[in-house]
């Protein structure tokens, strides 16, 4: 019985932790982007393969 003074102070501050790194990763932007990162697996970086990166996709605007 005793264990659990010490295991519930542990597991409170674990949980205080954790809500407290989710509320700074959420201000400093980390989950701004949810469309890109499934779409990154689509293509091709250069690796193992030599596969060359692809080009960076434009808006359709010409500015040569």
Do not use: C
Request: charged share 20%; glycine share 6%; aromatic share 10%.
């Amino acid at each position: 019985m005793s264990v659990i003074y010490v295991l519930l102070p542990v597991a409170v501050l674990m949980a205080m932790a954790f809500v407290a790194l989710f509320v700074w990763a959420t201000r400093t932007g980390q989950f701004d982007d949810v469309s890109t990162p499934p779409l990154r697996v689509l293509f091709d970086e250069e690796g193992a393969n030599g596969a060359e990166k692809p080009e960076p996709a434009t808006d359709g605007k010409d500015r040569t």
